[in-house]
């Protein structure tokens, strides 16, 4: 087998920051890839942790004592899916521009390769997962109850990866004329109670917990201890990827028009609750 030819990709430092700077650092990837920039990727968490709404969703879905209780802001992403409740979780942004081989036409067929890496990176941590099929994902959406359907990770995708059964990858993806952008998001430990509140679960709360605990797996569940950093994470996935694709990362920071993009984003991310 033909190794793939090694080209270049930013790797931007790891950030955690509140919601409203990491969804708008998300567009600013895609923005300047669009502009003509070079592949870009980069790791991050939200903190404090917030509850993200997919683009069509309505706040009125969030159950508001919970929401209180939890002491949680609400925001809204520019992408569809259900909700995501960032605690404890992992994100990663690959954005690349449209003429890269990476992207063909067919978006679901473009998902493959990202899940081929993440298996493989997991492999690297000693970690047993697989990628989910086309078949099996339309299957299972079919599958899912009103109230899952409103939970981004109680379904699967095509090319999301599974350990054990159960989601430990979810991927998305937004494309523009000028390129995509890539978001995948692993939970390092996941807890379904404060989400099943959250998202309005009462009238059948016991049952919907037990649903996605058994359709979600964090890496505490999977991984030998203790708990992958995400140091090692993405130590892991990078040598996949440039195994895999090519791409190799090479450390790099914000540009000046980067982080100008990203605070124009940022004001208009209002907290929806």
């Known amino acids: 087998m033909t190794a ?34 070079l592949p870009v990727m ?17 706040p009125e879905q ?3 004592v919970a929401r209180r209780t939890l002491g949680v802001h609400v925001y809204r992403r520019s992408s569809g899916g259900g909700a995501v409740l960032t605690t404890e979780q992992l994100g990663l942004d690959i954005a690349l521009p449209a003429n890269d081989p990476l992207l063909p036409t067919d978006i679901t067929a473009s998902y493959r390769w990202l899940g081929e890496v993440w298996v493989a990176a997991l492999a690297g941590l000693g970690i047993e997962g697989r990628m989910v099929s086309v ?25 999301e990866v599974v350990a054990g059964g159960r989601k430990l990858v979810g991927l998305a993806q937004r494309r523009r004329r000028g390129g995509a952008l890539y978001q995948c998001g692993v ?17 059948a ?32 996935f990078a040598a996949a990827l440039t ?9 790099s920071d914000w540009t000046v028009t980067e982080t100008a993009t990203r605070v124009q984003f940022a004001e208009t991310i209002p907290a929806l609750l």
Do not use: K, N
């Not at 409203?20 to 650092?25: D, V």
């Not at 994902?137 to 095509?158: F, K, M, N, W």
């Not at 919907?208 to 090692?232: N, S, Y």
């Open 42 to 58: 980069r790791w991050y968490g939200m903190d404090p942790p917030a509850l993200i709404l997919g683009s069509s969703q309505q």
């Open 135 to 159: 078949a099996e994902a339309r299957a299972d959406v079919q599958a899912l109850s009103p109230t899952l359907r409103r939970i981004c990770y109680a379904g699967l995708s095509p090319y």
């Open 187 to 203: 939970y390092l430990r996941w807890s379904p109670d404060a989400t099943a509140a959250l998202m309005r679960a009462d009238e």
């Open 243 to 251: 195994a895999h694709t090519g791409l190799t990362p090479a450390p």
């Open 62 to 64: 969030v159950d508001p």
């Open 4 to 37: 793939p030819t090694a080209r270049p990709i930013r790797h931007l430092p790891f950030s955690a920051e509140a919601a409203p700077l990491q969804l708008a650092a998300s567009l600013a990837l895609l923005a300047g890839v669009e502009a003509g920039g």
């Open 205 to 236: 709360s016991a049952l919907v917990i037990q649903e996605l605990a058994a359709r979600v797996v964090g890496l505490d569940m999977v991984a030998t201890p203790p708990v992958p950093t995400a140091a090692r994470i993405s130590a892991a």
